[in-house]
């Protein structure tokens, strides 16, 4: 198992450090006003990404349990996280322009010239992939993941993230129901870069049910996911956009697009096996899967 | 056996995640807009200014110009947008050239002046096909300098006072593209 998470951990932190390095540049050129509209979609991916895979039932078992998976989950970009409006100096006129997950820039004119704003990345989805474990015992379970600190790109950014997530099988309680229910609170951070730091709430209201060796599973959740933004930008006195004519330090709080979703999923269970796939609906999509070994 | 499979058709997929998210972030799009501003006061009729700009003064340029692998004109437009005396007339040539020896003219634009309608009015520098890819060889070229010469030249300038001052810009829009 060692053996085949080095390589996807490493594979991991590539897909982190190119987004960060992009990311990054991006930021040295767009004012505090367009800024949220640009990351808002990367903000509500990320959110989305590590929610994903915090359960593939609602069952805890009584005894001590334990489970180590590797999950990949890809967030499905719809066409209307690519673009946003906008804000423009007096005189000029507002069109659209990309966001962090659209492609070509945006650009409109006006008495000072051309205002510019970023392009995106070309985005139609964007995947996420993390080891995973979590300890069950007594209708309880704490699942976690989280990569270790790194230094990442050029400039040695700080990279790490975890999530922990409680969940509780309530359905002991009224053993007259057909299925098994569970609820679970979860938080989780992701310190991407200097620049960006993703703070992270789940709530979710799972239900499941047993047919021999596979389950079907589902669950009602809710989620509310916030980047801290810190950039510096470059100042250009013959900037377009005034706000961009000084180097100017922003802080910014930016809340994601993703509230409540509904997930729909299946695993099958073989001995000690644990194969899972599953699909959220939220502001994006977002299929995942899994393969757990479970104890 | 059966485990094995799963197990193996997992790693692809997975892989294939991966893979297709590094590619994607590493390609970045950014425009590039720059002005070259002229500014001449005379007391004849006509005016003759050359302006230079080099592109490694554009901040956005200098940011990514070690990987840009793609760079090409968007558009152009011109402008004038100050006059004095107010009833300001005269016609207008403007050029923008390669910073070469022959001095390649890039794209050039005429309009007589009339205030009434002209003065902060933006007029398109409409270019050929052929004319714009003579501007992105000039822009793709390797090594040298990244220099446009840009020329106003006003003739038959008329107004009521014995000075005559104008200022005209010319914006340029251009796009590169390039791999983090």
């Given amino acids: 198992m060692k053996k085949r998470l080095v390589p996807i951990l490493i594979a991991l932190i590539s897909v982190f450090q190119a987004l960060s390095a992009g990311v990054d540049d991006v930021l040295s050129f767009i004012s505090e006003e367009n800024a949220e509209g640009y990351l808002r979609p990367l903000v509500t991916s990320l959110g989305l990404g590590l929610n994903s895979g915090l359960y593939h039932t609602a069952a805890v078992s009584e005894k001590f349990s334990f489970g180590i998976s590797l999950r990949a989950s890809v967030m499905l970009i719809p066409e209307d996280h690519k673009s946003f409006k906008p804000s423009t100096p007096a005189g000029y006129v507002s069109g659209t322009t990309s966001t962090v997950f659209g492609g070509e820039p945006g650009y409109s004119y006006g008495p000072d010239g051309y205002v510019s704003y970023p392009g995106g990345f070309d985005v139609a989805h964007m995947p996420i992939a993390f080891p995973q474990i979590s300890l069950g015992y007594r209708g309880f379970e704490l699942t976690s993941k989280f990569i270790p600190k ?75 996911t916030a980047v801290d933004v810190n950039y510096t930008t470059k100042g250009d006195p013959d900037n377009a956009d005034p706000l961009l004519h000084e180097s100017r330090d922003i802080n910014l709080n930016i809340r994601g697009d993703n509230g409540v979703g509904v997930t729909l999923g299946t695993m099958i269970k073989l001995t000690y096996f644990v194969l899972n796939i599953d699909y959220t609906y939220n502001s994006q999509s977002v299929l995942s899967t899994g393969l757990s070994l479970e104890f | 056996m059966k485990i094995l499979k799963i197990i193996i058709t997992f790693g692809v997929l997975a892989s294939m995640f991966f893979m297709t998210g590094c590619d994607q972030f590493e390609n970045f799009s950014v425009n590039v807009p720059l002005t070259i501003t002229f500014n001449e006061s005379t007391q004849n009729s006509t005016i003759n200014r050359v302006e230079s700009y080099d592109l490694d003064n554009n901040s956005v340029y200098n940011e990514y110009k070690d990987r840009i692998e793609n760079f090409e004109f968007v558009e152009a437009r011109y402008v004038v947008t100050e006059i004095d005396p107010a009833d300001l007339t005269g016609d207008i040539v403007l050029t923008v050239r390669r910073d070469d020896e022959d001095g390649h003219v890039l794209f050039t634009a005429e309009r007589t002046f ?28 390797t090594g040298g300098s990244k220099v446009f010469w840009g020329e106003a030249d006003i003739t038959n300038i008329e107004g009521s006072s014995e000075t005559k001052e104008v200022t005209v810009k010319v914006h340029l829009l251009l796009k590169a593209k390039g791999t983090l």
Avoid at chain 1, 194 to 203: A, G, I, K, P, W
Wanted: aromatic residues 18%; negative net charge.
């Fill in chain 2, 114 to 141: 009339d205030p009434e309608t002209d003065l902060n009015t933006s007029y398109d520098f409409v270019l050929t096909a052929e004319e714009i890819s003579f501007f992105n060889s000039y822009l793709m070229a």
């Fill in chain 1, 150 to 224: 790194q230094e990442i790109g050029e400039g040695k950014s700080e990279f790490y993230f975890y999530s922990f997530a409680l969940k509780h099988e309530v359905s002991r309680y009224f053993r007259f129901l057909p299925l098994n229910a569970a609820l679970q609170i979860g938080t989780g951070k992701i310190k991407f870069s200097d620049q960006l730091e993703f703070n992270n709430m789940v709530f979710n209201a799972i239900a499941s049910k047993r047919f021999g060796i596979a389950t079907l599973y589902g669950g009602l959740g809710y989620q509310h």
